[in-house]
């Protein structure tokens, strides 16, 4: 401020100067009013130059500079720039805002107050079928044309979600979605929509196995009640009496092994992962599996011919009760469903990766290839009559599948109508290592007819 006196001061005095020179007195007094005119003239240019710097919006480095005026083009060259900084920060915090947005799992819209999409995050898009940009400002209901939604829209009581077929849900895979409204801002709403396929197979897994533990558990019971009263009301022979006490033995047994496998499962869901510290010997699994495979015909009093090869001298990490149970459960399967006559082979293959599959063979009925994805689902049956003539619990394979699972290793079931079905654990390289001395010894391969 103090230079912008000055200098007008200094055009004033030399104008004045000039025109003393020139014409003294009347001279001095004309220079002095030029001199002044002068000074506003060039202020006024320079006034003007700021005026088109800040109507063009060009480039803040290129504001006037000295003075009165090219201060104020600093000042606002510095509110420019912390404006921009200021305009970049918030894009930048709303770019992340959307890429968060955009990776979530949930689908999420978002609705101006005629219910038009203002924007829409790609799960939504893959949830409902929509394309976001193509279908930006358009109505929701126009492409959401179900009629539960479009009655839960319409409603404008938005507390509660609504389920919906998902785009591309069909009879053979059905998938439902969560979708819930949430009004925010001046009338805009917010609309999340969830994959919750897996929660309603779930709750209907819980449903079902509520409702096949229960039959399963009945069934039994209602035969022992059933013996218990014929004993109690009436005199039989002790030969009558001795075969209904048998049948209520194996009742009684049946339900024992449902509880065992239930318990089983509960403990292999409940317990941390098995570690690596515990090694056992393939020969003593095999071994383990043959007895209770032998077994198992004996008592049911079937004739088959069983063959285990002899398992590589190798030693398995894990908890080998678990592990007992995952191959006991594949031979015994083999066993109950392979009629009289038939035929089971055990093997192990080393795989050229360090891998190791145990498999189990059977030349039993078979599977349709519809039951196989399902076959290791809890009291998923095939033939629930052939099962319960068996003695089968519905729950090996689930029980199989889990310690599969703790231990890394990977189950592969094959079957042909008619021709048999071959079951397959593969454990990974990491959780096998060459047998220690002291270990049992493999038994060699063993054929033989049972029954």
């Known amino acids: 401020m103090s230079w912008r006196v000055i200098s007008f001061l200094a055009c004033q005095l030399g104008g004045a100067l000039l025109g003393y020179l020139l014409g003294r007195l009347e001279g001095a007094l004309a220079g002095t009013l030029l001199g002044t005119a002068g000074w506003f003239l060039l202020d006024l240019l320079r006034g003007l130059r700021m005026l088109r710097w800040l109507r063009t919006g060009a480039d803040p480095a290129a504001a006037p500079a000295g003075g009165l005026w090219g201060e104020l083009g600093d000042r606002v060259r510095r509110s420019l720039r912390t404006r921009d900084q200021a305009a970049a920060e918030a894009e930048r915090r709303l770019q992340e805002f959307l890429a968060a947005i955009q990776a979530s799992p949930n689908g999420v819209i978002l609705l101006d107050p005629e219910g038009r999409i203002e924007w829409s995050n790609l799960t939504a898009a893959e949830h409902l079928g929509i394309d976001p940009k193509r279908d930006l400002l358009q109505h929701i209901g126009n492409l ?9 829209y319409a409603s404008g009581h938005y507390g509660r979600e609504v389920l919906i077929p998902a785009r591309d849900s069909t009879p053979g895979r059905p998938r439902k979605l969560s979708v819930q409204l949430h009004p925010y801002g001046n009338g805009r709403k917010l609309l999340l929509s969830r994959d919750v396929t897996g929660v309603e197979q779930a709750e209907v897994m819980r449903r079902d196995f509520v409702a096949n533990v229960s039959h399963e558990i009945r069934t039994p019971l209602t035969v022992l009640a059933g013996f218990v009263e014929t004993l109690q009301n009436l005199s039989l022979p002790p030969e009558e009496q001795a075969r209904y006490l048998a049948m209520m033995a194996q009742q009684a047994q049946r339900m024992q092994g449902l509880v065992s496998d239930l318990l089983t499962l509960s403990r292999l869901e409940g317990s941390p992962l098995p570690g690596a510290l515990e090694w056992s010997p393939l020969a003593l699994f095999a071994a383990q599996a043959e007895d209770e495979g032998r077994g198992l015909i004996a008592a049911l009093g079937k004739s088959q011919q069983l063959r285990f090869e002899p398992p590589p001298a190798l030693e398995l990490s894990g908890a080998a ?20 006559g038939g035929s089971i082979e055990v093997r192990w293959l080393v795989l050229q990766d360090g891998r190791v599959e145990f498999s189990v063979t059977d030349s039993g009925p078979g599977i349709a290839p519809e039951h196989l994805p399902r076959l290791t689902e809890r009291f998923y049956r095939v033939d629930r009559s052939r099962s319960r003539d068996t003695g089968g619990t519905g729950l090996g394979l689930a029980i199989v599948k889990h310690v599969a699972q703790r231990h890394g290793a990977e189950l592969a079931i094959s079957s042909t109508l008619g021709v048999g079905s071959r079951f397959a654990l593969t454990f990974p390289a990491s959780r096998l290592r060459p047998q220690a001395a002291s270990s049992p010894a493999a038994r060699p391969a063993t054929e033989s007819a049972a029954g």
């Not at 959401?144 to 839960?152: E, V």
């Not at 009760?321 to 009289?340: D, I």
């Open 321 to 340: 009760h678990e592990l007992h149970s995952a191959m006991a459960n594949l031979v015994t399967n083999a066993v109950r469903y392979t009629p009289s």
């Open 144 to 152: 959401l044309r179900d009629p539960d939604f479009n009655a839960y």
